[in-house]
């Protein structure tokens, strides 16, 4: 099943790197009576997601608070340690986008929203997208056709959508 707009978010554990190492939160903690966007990609440190998805978010944050949003979270089959130094690297931490890894990738399956590209060694890993989700159901949503696009699920383009 792919995700798509009205749909509820099923609930997942996802990481983060918390003061003594590797943590979990239940993301259904992030989205119950608050409204959030959700952004995931293919992988930290990748070309697109690193020069234009993730930047697009640090742009469009404050617009986002303006329209309500209470957190953006980038979501990335990834380890947390690895999204802890790419949110560091790419100053989207001191921004203020939650950097969570799906570690294992179930989150982003349970979407259906995986893919596979054993050729550029990506396994496993996130489609491009983005999504507004108010109390736990989508209420905008865009998907990229192909993960080195990121129009339809950048900042700006979802900001326009809400």
């Keep these: 099943m792919t995700i798509s707009k009205g749909a509820t978010l099923p609930d997942a554990t996802l990481l ?3 003061e003594e190492g590797p943590a979990s939160v239940q993301l259904s903690e992030k989205l119950t009576d608050r409204k959030v966007v959700i952004f995931g990609l293919p992988g930290a440190y990748t070309g697109v997601c690193t020069t234009s998805h993730v930047p697009s978010f640090m742009r469009t944050k404050d617009d986002f608070a303006a329209k309500g949003v209470d957190e953006i979270i980038c979501v990335s089959v990834n380890d947390p340690f690895v999204m802890q130094a790419w949110g560091e690297s790419t100053g989207a931490a001191e921004a203020g986008i939650t950097m969570l890894g799906d570690a294992d990738g179930a989150f982003t399956k349970a ?21 507004v989700v108010d109390n736990g159901v989508v209420t905008a949503l865009g998907e990229e056709s192909s993960p080195g696009e990121c129009d339809i699920s950048g900042g700006e383009s979802l900001l326009a959508m809400i």
């Design 16 to 18: 983060f790197m918390g």
């Design 111 to 131: 979407i259906g929203m995986d893919f596979s590209a054993p050729p550029a060694g990506l396994i496993g890993r996130s489609k491009r997208y983005a999504m």
